[in-house]
């Protein structure tokens, strides 16, 4: 029983950093943009289908690091244009109505164009490292999930020290403080909001490689990840980084443990039931709301 319990904990922190990777970017764009958008898990979507085609040109671990890449540069790109087309627009109106309904009509966009161009059928990644196994004495789990643990949490180390120690990182936090302060202090607020969605998208399409590489890739696939990181980012504290990093780890565990001792039809009610939980005894999020990502 000990074993089982480390073994689902393990479970949970692998699938729990993916979480943490999807959310930091749906964080990043809400804590600088105010903008709630409901099609962030249609770029992991865009991620993981960009990996099936690359890792078809290219097998093997050079392929899966090369689609990681990839993933990252293509799907960065569609949020730069998403970015300046769909919602730059809307950034004068400054409705949150109008956002939210934009995202949900790009998120239906999204899907139906994955379905029409790559069919409904669901397609996998292949593992790099062949299905080799490792042992952690009370648990062990596959190579390809422990390099999944990670390469999440290096790359959330590095989006960290971006932020905090450049000086582009720096004129982020300034911007999602006070912008107008920050115009005033002659930062390109137009160049910070491109720039912040496109990392936010980025960090998706990263976590879509990942993701559709635990799980299958379909045109679909989207819906879960956007649930899962607005529950991380409400669980964590709306634009807070650090919230969003500990309550993805938060929300991996508590769903790999209640769907083995719970039932495992429940599993994904659990992110929901912590949700109402959190917001009644703690209505600002596990960390707080912070005024800076």
Not at 45 to 65: E, H, K, L, Q, R
């Amino acid at each position: 029983m000990e074993s089982l319990f480390f073994q689902q904990v393990l479970n949970g922190l692998i699938i729990g950093s993916i979480y943490s990777l999807i959310a930091i970017g749906l964080t990043m764009i809400f804590g600088v943009m105010k903008i709630s958008n409901f099609a962030h898990g249609d770029y992991t979507m865009v991620g993981a289908y960009t990996a099936v085609f690359v890792m078809a040109w290219i097998p093997g671990w050079m392929g899966w690091v090369g689609s990681v890449v990839a993933a990252a540069a293509i799907v960065g790109l569609l949020g730069i244009f998403t970015e300046r087309f769909v919602f730059r627009p809307l950034m004068t109106r400054w409705t949150e109505i109008d956002m939210i309904m934009v995202s949900i009509g790009l998120f239906i966009l999204l899907e139906n164009l994955a379905q029409l161009l790559f069919g409904a059928t669901p397609r996998m990644l292949d593992d790099p490292f062949g299905s080799a196994t490792v042992s952690l004495g009370l648990a062990s789990t596959s190579l390809l999930r422990i390099f999944c643990l990670a390469f999440s949490m290096v790359t959330i180390s590095l989006l960290q020290l971006f932020l905090n120690r450049s000086r582009i990182g720096v004129a982020i936090q300034a911007t999602s403080q006070n912008r107008f302060a920050a115009q005033l202090m002659g930062i390109n607020i137009d160049f910070v909001y491109m720039l912040t969605f496109a990392l936010g998208t980025a960090l998706a399409g990263m976590g879509g490689v990942l993701y559709g590489t635990l799980f299958a890739v379909q045109p679909l696939m989207g819906a879960m990840p956007t649930l899962k990181a607005f529950v991380v980012t409400i669980l964590g504290g709306m634009g807070n980084i650090r919230g969003a990093i500990f309550g993805g780890f938060i929300l991996g565990v508590a769903e790999a443990l209640g769907g083995n001792y719970v039932a495992m039809e429940y599993k994904h009610a659990i992110g929901f039931v912590i949700i109402i939980m959190v917001l009644l005894l703690r209505p600002s999020g596990l960390f707080g709301k912070k005024e800076a990502i």
